[in-house]
């Protein structure tokens, strides 16, 4: 019989983690079978970090899942280029617009540019892309209504600077963060003395100037505004508020009840709070069905941030030897609800772990074989067992435990092995069954650690010797600060 990836899937359950109800529970897409996901995307005005890296990829692992269930999945992803202020408090500055300012370029620009080095990071962690990219500002009008509805609903008020959500109209405000209203309350005077009424209202529109009128064409930056990113509305010249763009987006785009929305859990408390929030309270319906988050990449047990100034980029990594995949491999060794601390170490094993694996493909011959469409009962085996970790809410760890296992199965027959590579490969995003120069032969592994041993004593001559067989092998070897880098050539090489 040939073997159906979806029968089998579909006969097990999906467990999720739900954050609004904080249980996992079984998955299934509201309508048909499709599921409806959108993930909250980056504010360009920098360039992504390793963090914000690490919950595209949880989503992608997410997304592939769901794909491997058998549905399809409409998948949506914003871009935050106009309207995240510094200050989660509705004050500070514009994000896009201060950068623009600093670098001397146009707000425009400088939100282009890095949503183009943001495009080439995730392809080189094989996230694949959603369905539709949504940029805030090509969504101006679809907000603009939805606050006019949000006035007419009488949960929004107008402050001097802006248009705000009144939080006290609506009575489940705070339930996905479990937030204690009352105790909020009581603790906050001074920002309510902001002229807010409530400390958790946050703004829906700022105006450019304080009563929103405006001396100029709008667009140019003005000397007195000093923006670049301004529309005309009924309460005057300004922008939307960060998260007024996600409702307006995600309800543009996607029918309600949203089946899964996505964020890092620093967005539980504030920005997924505010966007159910305006969303159910113009709707009157349930926006998302199922909200999940992902936990934080630390650096010395403290949260990597760009505020924190302790963040690190994918090409900085790539500068240092590290190929993006093996930042990927670090990713599958932690749940993604824990948090995982990062170091150059745990990444330089990551790379030998994921090298390793590779060089045990390619040695079982995997890369040479053809797969089959009729695998060992043994291999589908396999392939429940890796399902069974995956649909217990994302279990990848435990998944690669048995990826690894697998490999070294030798009573599964090489076609067989090649197809349960290949299935689990589809989640994983690993290229695990793509040849590349990366995997690096066993014995000239064994050479570059003998030359670095000789370099440790000191034996210059021995150590030269050996980089010489290395490259007449065809592999070229660059020493730099976290050890020796190897690469494939493809021809003898010499430096000598
Ligand atoms: P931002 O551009 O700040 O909205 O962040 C983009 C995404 O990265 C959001 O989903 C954040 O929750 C997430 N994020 C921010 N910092 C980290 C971190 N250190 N580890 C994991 N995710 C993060
Ligand atoms: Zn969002």
């Known amino acids: 019989m040939i073997y159906s990836r979806r029968q089998e899937s579909i006969t097990m359950s999906l467990k999720l983690y739900n954050t609004l109800t904080r249980k996992k529970e079984v998955f299934r897409p509201h309508k048909g079978n499709t599921v409806t996901l959108y993930t909250c995307g ?19 692992f997410l997304k592939r899942t769901l794909l491997a269930q058998g549905w399809r999945v409409t998948h949506v992803m914003n871009i935050t280029d106009v309207g995240h202020l510094t200050d989660d408090a509705d004050d500070g500055e514009d994000k896009v617009e201060r950068a ?12 282009a540019f890095y949503t183009k080095a943001f495009e080439h990071d995730i392809a080189q962690l094989n996230i694949t892309p959603p369905m539709v990219w949504c940029k805030a500002t090509d969504y101006i009008q679809e907000q603009v209504k939805l606050i006019q509805t949000l006035e007419k609903k009488g949960v929004a008020y107008r402050l001097e600077d802006g248009i705000y959500f009144d939080t006290s109209q609506f009575p489940s405000y705070g339930r996905l963060a479990r937030l204690d209203m009352k105790g909020l309350k009581a603790g906050a005077r001074i920002e309510v003395a902001q002229g807010k009424r409530n400390p958790t209202d946050f703004a829906l529109w700022k105006l450019s100037t304080p009563q929103g009128t405006h001396p100029e064409p709008i667009g140019k930056s003005h000397p007195k505004t000093k923006r670049q990113m301004e529309w005309p509305s009924p309460w005057g010249v300004g922008f939307p508020g960060w998260h007024i763009e996600c409702s307006a987006m995600s309800m543009a785009l996607l029918k309600l009840p949203i089946d899964i929305h996505c964020g890092g859990i620093d967005h539980i408390p504030v920005h997924h709070t505010n966007e159910i929030a305006q969303s159910e309270a113009a709707t009157g319906k349930q926006f998302v069905r199922v909200w999940m988050h992902g936990a934080f990449l630390t650096i010395k047990k403290g949260k990597m941030a760009k505020s924190e100034g302790n963040f690190l980029t994918l090409s900085t990594l790539q500068d240092q030897g590290f190929d993006p995949l093996s ?13 995982l601390d990062f170091s150059n170490q745990s990444l330089e094993a990551a790379q030998e772990s994921y090298r390793h694996l590779k060089n045990s493909l390619r040695q079982r011959g995997i890369f040479k074989t053809k797969t089959t469409k009729r695998p060992s009962s043994k291999a589908k ?21 048995v990826v690894w296992q697998s490999v070294r199965m030798t009573a599964i027959d090489l076609p067989s092995l090649k197809w349960l590579i290949e299935e689990m490969d589809h ?19 064994q050479m570059v650690a003998r030359r670095e041993q000789a370099r440790r004593d000191k034996q210059w001559t021995r150590a030269d010797e050996l980089r010489r067989l290395i490259e007449h092998s065809g592999y070229r070897i660059e020493d730099s600060s976290t050890g020796a880098r190897v690469t494939f050539t493809g021809r003898p090489h010499s430096t000598a």
């Open 427 to 445: 989640i994983l995003g690993l290229d695990l069954t793509k040849p590349d120069h990366e995997a690096i032969p066993e014995d000239i592994q």
């Open 42 to 60: 980056p504010t360009v005005y920098n360039f992504v970090h390793i963090g914000n890296l690490r919950t595209y990829v949880f989503e992608d």
């Open 100 to 111: 623009a300012a600093k670098q001397q370029m146009s707000a425009w620009q400088l939100s």
């Open 381 to 401: 085996k396999q392939w429940m067992a890796f399902l069974n970790a995956i649909n217990d809410d994302l279990n990848i760890p435990e998944a690669m435990a």
């Open 327 to 339: 930042y990927r491999y670090l990713l599958t060794t932690a749940h993604y609800r824990k948090a």
